[in-house]
T-cell receptor, first 116, second 111 residues
């Protein structure tokens, strides 16, 4: 078990470009969560998956944000037409289905996005 | 709506001294409560969690937290702080699919 990994760790992009981040959860975890963390704030929940099904997406920040988990393993978060306000740390977490022993969320190191 | 307040943005303690980080929450039902720690370049790590039962919860790294329903608080404590405890600490409330985090408390440890 190597933990949750995220790629890339840092991304610098120009305003208006599209970016995609990848998250690889712990292998036996069927839940996967995406959060955004801005400077001086705690993580803000964006969306989550149970296996390949996206069960909550109303809290994605705008229709420029989308996430997928096509085979129930890794997930991608895409931001289209980036804006400077999108600059933040994007965190991924995974867990077992809630209710199971050891169902806490394990977080990855994050992808830091800078939009210039 | 559920929310979390961490009143202290930054706390400095001397190594070996005791520590208490404050957390107040607003939640409509019996809350699920968590404390996480975040070190630079690291992901958030769960220190402890409260779902029900004993209101004094023991966690990893010598941390404990006490749930006080009457005060809507879930303060984190450690009797003797180590230099390696310097980090950002986040309190969170809510179910796994709807967790709300506080803004965090940055802990500095003086030698």
């Amino acid at each position: 078990d190597t933990g949750v990994s995220q790629d890339p760790r840092h991304k610098i992009t120009k305003r208006g470009q599209n970016v995609t981040f990848r998250c690889d959860p712990i292998s036996e975890h069927n839940r996967l969560y995406w959060y955004r963390q801005t400077l001086g704030q705690g993580p803000e929940f964006l969306t989550y998956f149970q296996n390949e099904a996206q069960l909550e997406k109303s809290r994605l920040l705008s229709d420029r944000f989308s996430a997928e988990r096509p085979k129930g393993s890794f997930s991608t978060l895409e931001i289209q037409r980036t804006e400077q306000g999108d600059s933040a740390m994007y965190l991924c977490a995974s867990s077992l289905t809630p209710g199971q022993i050891g169902d806490e969320q394990y977080f990855g190191p994050g992808t830091r996005l800078t939009v210039t | 709506a559920q929310s979390v307040t961490q009143p202290d943005i930054h706390i400095t303690v001397s190594e070996g001294a005791s520590l208490e980080l404050r957390c107040n929450y607003s939640y409509g039902a019996t809350p699920y409560l968590f404390w996480y720690v975040q070190s630079p370049g690291q992901g958030l790590q769960l220190l402890l969690k409260y779902f029900s039962g004993d209101t004094l919860v023991q966690g990893i790294k010598g941390f404990e937290a006490e749930f006080k329903r009457s005060q809507s608080s879930f303060n984190l404590r450690k009797p003797s702080v180590h230099w390696s405890d310097a980090a950002e600490y986040f309190c969170a409330v809510g179910a796994p699919d709807d967790m709300r985090f506080g803004a965090g408390t940055r802990l500095t440890v003086k030698p």
